[in-house]
């Protein structure tokens, strides 16, 4: 089974507007972090936002915050006031830390295009 | 501060030879992993090393290696390479297990 899923191949939002970007995990390890990161054409992984899985409030950076819904198994990123800067790639991502290994487990992406 | 660097940023390779890239962490990380990104199968986890020894491996062929060195830079090496080797490379430095800074990657085509 994956561990994360991003069922939003690609988006397009006008800009200025707020977007939500999908991601569930799967896990059985009750202590978890995950992950948002934004890849933009050059390739780097720029990270944008960390939630715990024992974390009580939602966390927020900026303009991004993750809607953690840990009963539902759900972390989804949103952007507020969206940029055409914040057109690119963004992965959700998830580390376990029952197995005391470092490793993130990556989704496959959503291709998020902002329109002018 | 200074962030991930890695080299070179691009690379192109023939079949069968073999390649060397180059991670250094930010100052202070004793954690490097490294990813290959590739259209196909997404992002996956090749290897992590901390402390000059490798930690974590994930599900590649042995031809896929690496190693650290006491300064935290690592390298990973691909050994008779293989057209389905192209991909971009990414490495990561960590200090703690909530924060994970990548560099640019390296392009390899393989050819």
């Known amino acids: 089974a994956q561990k994360i899923t991003q069922t939003q191949p690609g988006m397009f939002v006008q800009e200025k507007e707020a977007v939500t970007l999908d991601c569930t995990y799967d896990t059985s390890d009750p202590s978890y972090g995950l992950f948002w990161y934004k890849q933009p054409s050059s390739g780097e992984m720029i990270f944008l936002i960390y939630q715990g899985s024992y974390d009580q409030q939602n966390a927020t950076e900026g303009r991004y915050s993750l809607n953690f819904q840990k009963a539902r198994k759900s972390a989804n990123l949103v952007i507020s006031a969206s940029q055409l800067g914040d057109s690119a790639m963004y992965f959700c991502?998830?580390?376990?830390?029952?197995?005391?290994?470092?490793?993130?487990?990556f989704g496959t992406g959503t291709r998020l295009t902002i329109i002018p | 501060k200074a962030g991930v660097t890695q080299t070179p940023r691009y690379l192109i390779k023939t079949r069968g030879q073999q390649v060397t890239l180059s991670c250094s962490p930010i100052s202070g990380h004793r954690s490097v992993s490294w990813y290959q990104q590739t259209p196909g199968q997404g992002l996956q986890f090749l290897f992590e090393y901390f402390s000059e020894t490798q930690r974590n491996k994930g599900n590649f062929p042995g031809r896929f290696s690496g190693r650290q060195f006491s300064n935290s830079r690592s390298e990973m090496n691909v050994s008779t390479l293989e057209l389905g080797d192209s991909a971009l490379y990414l490495c990561?430095?960590?200090?703690?297990?909530?924060?994970?800074?990548f560099g640019s990657g390296t392009r390899l085509t393989v050819v």
């Open positions: 990561a430095s960590s200090l703690a297990q909530d924060g994970y800074t």
């Open positions: 991502a998830m580390r376990e830390v029952r197995t005391g290994a470092n490793n993130l487990f």
